[in-house]
């Protein structure tokens, strides 16, 4: 019995350190696959900031290397000719309301479903599901129509309504998801005490819904900051357009100033890149709830 004891002992030791080795082999193994994939996600932001600073020919004679002379000037023509101080200040109004209607919106929505009972909710919830199903482009000439009739048309509102409407089912999707891990008791706990359902919701409910709220907004942020077809539809004022519109400026029907296109990107892009870095985290956090929990 002591025999069988100590040989049982000295297989698990055997054992023991070649299990170690292979834990370290895939670790390590992992760990270089997502460097790679980190590398080649980084790449394309890699190059478009280095072609930012290149001439047209050294664009095309040099596109992967460095600049051969670094032309700082590229991101100030671009900055004026593009008229991008005022593009910026448009995008960032336009994002911003639509961002904050989207939330504000979204989450009230997503708790009315997510918390109570009441008649129609299946069909309420269906009707958001059908909205994630509308091709949104297909209702570019309608709400062109829409918006001609009730004068919208070449305003902010022209693009902050349509931009919040149709972010409105995913975000109050994720929401919903991100409610449905939150305990009751904590409601119960918190009614006991004398709160409403405002309280509670503004207490409670909205502080603990921080992740995915962030989650909402950067992936709200990316599509409208990135948006071209509702801009470039509904909006024809000068003093209006949008960043992207203002990248279209650099191209025509004769040829592209791809250096200045370039610098009015790397320009663009700044604000998505910030944004991004300041609520990672959070971003990471609402994901993971909703989709484990939810």
Known sequence: MKQQTLSTKTAGELVSPSRKIA?????????LLLLVYALLTLYPLYWLFISAFKTNQDFFNNPYGLPL??????????????NMGRAL?????VTIASVVLTIVLSVLAAYVLARFQFRFKKA?????????????HSTLVPLFLMMKEIGLLNTYGALILPYTAFELPIAIFLA???MASIPREIEEAA????????????????PLCTPIVATISILAFLRFWNDFSFALVFINSQALKTLPLS???????????????????AIAVIPTIVIY??????IMKGMVAGSIKG
């Open 69 to 82: 002379v670094w032309m700082k000037e590229n991101i100030f023509r671009a900055w004026e000719m593009g």
């Open 124 to 136: 309420v919830m269906a009707l958001f599901l059908a909205g994630m199903l509308i091709p949104i």
């Open 247 to 265: 990248l279209s400026l650099f191209s025509d029907g004769f040829g592209t100033d791809y250096s200045l296109t370039m610098g009015a990107m």
């Open 89 to 93: 200040m448009n995008s960032t109004i």
């Open 277 to 282: 870095l300041i609520l990672q985290e959070q």
């Open 23 to 31: 834990a370290k082999g895939l670790s390590g193994a992992l760990k």
């Open 176 to 178: 919903m998801a991100y």
């Open 191 to 206: 009614m006991i005490d004398g709160n409403g359902w405002w309280g509670i919701f503004g207490r409670i409910i909205l």
